[in-house]
């Protein structure tokens, strides 16, 4: 057992948690949209108009804020014609990037908005720019937002929606500093000028317009872009990727390659301060002022090695305890930084790298960063509120030495007098007893959710799907300060009253 004091500042709120923090990511890869999300009207999978109904009752449990599609790689070879219209005369494309599968183009634009509304989430479009045109992307806002009688607002009524989409987020293409078309900063700065230009609110939904980041924590990429573009009035979010990879396998790892991945998962903390820093020395805000460009984490998660018997470009992987702490931890990241993140993406929602879902056949089970999505959607739309831990640390050994971290990550948001706050404990097999120090607060119960496996590899498969699952239990604790145990290799969410 090792001792642990964590302090909840409630007199020093940080900002208010962006709830498109907890966003996602569903792209055309693998069987995240085909099987994932989309069977078909006629498939015997129980579906809703083609959706499949499992999932979206599973990701509704999430209050997903937003999802980006249609990629990722495949958005900068997509042509959002070629998903419209009747079914059987849409064109059947390759999907160039991810293993020349034959693309039906059955989910497109109608079916996507739709998928969106079922689950209550927002739709993100992210725009081709790579092999599209500017015109191809301010068609397709029109075709989404045009309340008039344009003969593309009139061809959306003809394919079932008289009623605009009203999409507000569109990015401005997708690692165009890789498959997005291989620019440099300054030639992907003069692209987004270019097509921003003729990207328009159209019947009064305004257009956020996310312009591609650096790859992980690139400060070059930032500063050349920021400088080419120079005039920043038609960029509102800037989104960075960050995968933090993989160390063994996604089921098979030692105690120190547990530690490696989580480490090194961390280390997007420095990339948002940094990434911040930047974007703010170019458009500096003033004491109390909302800064006019949101930095985002458009993609993030864990990538491990392909799964044997799986396409290695299907990107398909299992999901463990280890998957849940990066989860976890990163989203405790993202709410401790509520001021500088408007936006993040987990990759990807169903059956593609860190996937909240995985289906098989008619099958679909909940991974365990589900759990972690589900656990932590109190803190949406919270005030994210200061906290300090003292804790020990843990040595392991890293790649290059030995390294250490500490023991336990932690955020805390209130909504009133519903307080939430988040523990990780990274320690693979010891228990923190740490000390709750609710300064300027007192707590009056509540109740306590963990999630934490009998090993470190634990993971929920189709033959036992609910291996791993959070736990409930009353939290009878009241006043400023008390002492609570955090189990080892666990999530814990503490949901507690104040007054
Ligand atoms: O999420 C898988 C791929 O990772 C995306 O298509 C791409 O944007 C990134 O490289």
Redesign the pocket.
């Known amino acids: 057992m090792a001792d642990a004091r964590i302090v909840v500042r409630l007199d020093e709120p940080i900002a208010q948690i962006n709830p498109n923090i907890y966003g996602h ?1 569903a ?1 055309h ?1 693998g069987t995240c949209i085909y099987d994932g999300v989309w069977v078909g009207p006629d498939s015997p999978i129980p579906n809703i108009d083609g959706i499949r109904r499992d999932v979206v009752e599973a990701l509704k449990r999430l209050n997903p804020p937003v999802i980006r599609w249609p ?4 958005a900068d070879d997509y042509h959002w014609q070629d998903g419209i219209g009747p079914h059987e005369e849409r064109p059947r494309t390759v999907n160039l ?2 293993g020349e599968s034959i693309e039906s183009n059955h989910f497109g634009t109608h079916e996507f908005i739709r998928f969106c509304r079922l689950v209550g989430a927002a739709p993100y479009l992210c725009g081709n720019v790579g092999s599209g045109s500017p015109r191809e992307l301010r068609d397709w806002v029109e075709y989404c937002n045009f309340s008039g009688e344009s003969t593309l607002a009139m061809t959306r009524a003809a394919n079932g929606s008289a009623e605009p989409f009203d999409v507000c987020y569109w990015g401005v293409g ?2 165009n500093w ?3 078309g291989r620019f440099c900063p300054e030639d992907y700065g003069t692209e987004y000028k270019r097509f921003s230009t003729f990207l328009h609110d159209m019947s009064g939904t305004p257009l956020y317009l996310i312009a591609c980041g650096p790859n992980g924590n690139n400060p070059d990429w930032t500063r050349r872009f920021m400088s080419k573009i120079g005039d920043y009035s038609r960029i509102h979010g800037y989104a960075a ?1 960050y ?1 933090c990879g993989t160390a063994g396998t996604a089921t098979e790892y030692t105690v120190d390659q547990w530690y490696q991945l989580l480490q090194r998962s961390r280390k997007v903390e420095t990339l948002i301060a940094q990434q911040r820093a930047i974007l703010d020395g170019y458009q500096p805000v003033g004491v109390g002022a909302r800064r006019r460009i949101g930095l985002i984490i458009d ?1 993030w998660g864990t990538w491990h090695p392909p799964t044997p018997g799986r396409h290695p470009k299907h ?1 398909w992987q299992q999901n463990t305890m280890r998957d849940a702490l990066v989860a976890a931890s990163t989203l405790d990241i993202f709410n401790r930084h509520a001021d500088k993140v408007v936006m993040a993406n987990i ?2 929602t169903i059956n ?2 860190q996937a909240m879902i995985l289906t098989d056949g008619a099958d679909m089970l909940t991974t365990p960063t589900y759990h972690v999505y589900e656990m932590y959607k109190a803190h949406q739309g919270g005030m994210s509120v200061r906290t300090t831990v003292d804790t020990p640390n843990v040595t392991f050994a890293g790649a290059e030495g030995d390294e250490s971290m500490p023991m336990l990550a932690v955020s805390a948001s209130h909504k009133e007098d519903l307080l939430t706050v988040s523990v990780v404990n990274y320690a693979a097999d010891t228990p923190i007893e740490a000390a709750i120090d609710l300064r300027q607060g007192r707590a009056r119960g509540g109740h306590v959710r963990v999630l934490r496996a009998a090993d470190i590899h634990g993971h929920n498969t189709f033959e036992s799907p609910h291996a791993v699952e959070p736990a409930t239990a009353p939290l009878d604790r009241s006043g400023e300060m008390w002492p609570f145990t955090f189990a080892p290799a666990s999530v814990t969410v503490l949901h507690i009253h104040l007054g």
């Open positions: 990511f792209e890869l990629g990722g790689c495949f990037w991810w997708n690692e890789g498959c997005g990727h995968y993609e990107l990759a990807q593609v790298l």
